[in-house]
């Protein structure tokens, strides 16, 4: 993929939805230049290891989920005669307590709605580290989407259809490729290059509540000049 | 079989071997995984002149990642872990010492906050659904092979030092060379180097010098012919290891069209 200063590899690809029941995980390498093999079995290596972090650290997910609902009924439980006792017995210590209770008693029931939500995720991360592999030889510009991507966003480069800047670069990702992959990508450079923002309300309490993917990193560069 | 990648990095009279920044991770997620399938490979990039010897720096490959393992198990961040937790609990934390100093008398506000405070903890150890320590790395330095590529980015960092008339501007054009080239393993070599210009005198955990082939083989009495001017005939190489060479793709390949 183009970047400002020159070209970079990135791995297209959800961990969480490869299943090692489907085979092995196949490495196709896209690129408008020759590669030489030491590049390639950087890219590779360097996919293994994320893949199979990831598949380590996701594996837990999920697993233990009847556990955590059995944690979370008696953590509501407590919550439950708490809030019966302070309703019972109005005070100013139930003023003050009772606002704050959803801060410290929803977090098991939460950890339960997270691990029930991610069982599949964990489920195929196990697989994954029982018995995933790498094939060992990736395929080279093979035919596929992800080829057509590549040599679009080259080609309105090339015709100057965009500027070679992260921000256009992201731009013409979305609009004109329609490639979430490359967006992630460039949101990533873009990510790296600035200082970090605090998130809005909202995306936190989003975060904090709601059950989500797990995260699967965006794996791989290996730059080159601008050619 | 799990790859691994070990740069054999291009300095003056030979290469400093360097684990890939992955290597540590990649042994660290072969924990879980079946015997069968974690078999190690790892590929030694090099600049791809003729003057590397794949098989003799073999036995120094396998010491630079080991040495990566062993820095990576040193540096695990334990505190950081137990921290990152407090932190995702200090509001229960808070709350339950709130309950317990004002709970007074009444019972209910002092269970309600040590189950905050210890209960919950207390548990979630007991169901087995708290943090896990690691085990030990599946690593083993046994029946590792190991092959050799080329890499295009590492052939123009050799180039860089081969046309600097000295040793600190070699170090410096390579340097930034391979900064361009975003080789951070190559360029945290050149880093240490143009500080301290003698490679045999790196600090193993930078990266384990290794002579060239023709500078060994000099050294040795120069009996052997010189492998940088003399390089074998196809099909007759004395190295066991695979070497692949670059170009070797279909020419019809649909990308050699692009953009």
């Given at each position: ?7 970079a ?19 196709a ?46 953590e ?8 019966a006792?302070l ?13 704050a ?11 339960a ?115 | ?16 071997l ?48 080991e ?32 309950l317990?100093v ?28 708290g ?7 599946a ?29 600190a ?59 940088a ?8 190489g ?22």
């Amino acid at each position: 993929m183009p970047t400002e200063t020159g070209a970079a590899f990135f791995v297209d690809a959800d961990y969480a939805e490869l299943d090692a029941a489907n085979g092995p995980v196949q490495l196709a390498v896209y690129s408008p230049y020759e590669v030489s093999p030491g590049e390639v079995a950087v890219v590779r290596g360097r996919l293994e290891a994320d893949l199979f972090s990831y598949a380590a650290s996701a594996a837990e997910l999920g697993r233990a989920w009847m556990r955590h609902a059995l944690l979370a009924i008696l953590e509501l439980t407590i919550l439950g005669v708490l809030i019966a006792f302070l309703i019972a017995n109005p005070s100013r210590v139930a003023f003050i307590v009772g606002w704050a209770l959803p801060f410290g008693f929803f977090i098991a029931t939460r950890s339960a709605l997270h691990a029930f939500a991610q069982r599949q995720y964990g489920a195929r991360a196990r697989r994954l580290l029982e018995s995933g592999a790498v094939i060992a030889e990736p395929a080279i510009s093979q035919f596929g989407g992800s080829l057509a991507h590549v040599r679009d966003i080259w080609r309105g480069l090339d015709e100057g259809a965009f500027a070679r800047d992260t921000v256009s670069l992201e731009l013409a990702s979305e609009r004109l490729l329609r490639w979430p992959g490359a967006v992630a990508f460039y949101r990533s450079q873009r990510d790296a290059d600035e200082p970090s923002r605090p998130r809005p309300l909202r995306s936190r309490l989003a975060r904090l509540l709601l059950p989500k993917r797990p995260v699967a990193p965006l794996t791989t560069l290996v730059a080159r000049p601008r050619p | 079989m799990m790859q691994l990648v070990c740069w054999a990095v291009p300095v003056r009279g030979g290469y400093v071997l360097r684990a890939d920044q992955a290597a540590h991770a990649a042994v660290q997620s072969a924990d879980g995984r079946r015997p069968q399938f974690v078999d190690w490979a790892v590929a030694i990039v090099h600049p791809g002149s003729s003057g590397f010897a794949a098989e003799r720096v073999r036995r120094p490959t396998v010491l630079a990642i080991e040495s990566a393992m062993r820095r990576g198990a040193q540096t695990r961040p334990e505190p950081t872990g137990r921290l990152a937790r407090l932190h995702r609990s200090w509001t229960s934390l808070a709350l339950g010492a709130a309950l317990l100093v004002l709970s007074g008398t009444h019972w209910v506000l002092a269970l309600a906050g040590a189950w905050l405070l210890a209960g919950r903890p207390w548990m979630a150890a007991l169901l087995g659904i708290g943090p896990s320590d690691s085990p030990a790395t599946a690593w083993t330095a046994a029946d590792v092979q190991v092959t050799a590529a080329p890499h295009a980015g590492l052939g123009q960092v050799g180039e860089a030092l081969e046309h600097a008339p000295d040793d600190a501007g070699g170090y410096g054009q390579a340097l930034a060379a391979a900064q361009t080239l975003g080789l951070d393993e190559a360029a945290e070599v050149y880093s240490a180097l143009i500080k301290h210009p003698n490679p045999m005198a790196l600090p193993v955990e930078v990266g384990m010098w290794t002579p060239a082939a023709s500078v060994e083989d000099r050294a040795l009495g120069g009996a052997l012919p010189d492998v940088a001017e003399a390089p074998d005939p196809p099909g007759e190489g004395a190295d066991a290891v695979a070497d692949t060479e670059p170009g070797d793709e279909a020419s019809d390949d649909p990308m050699n069209r692009l953009p």
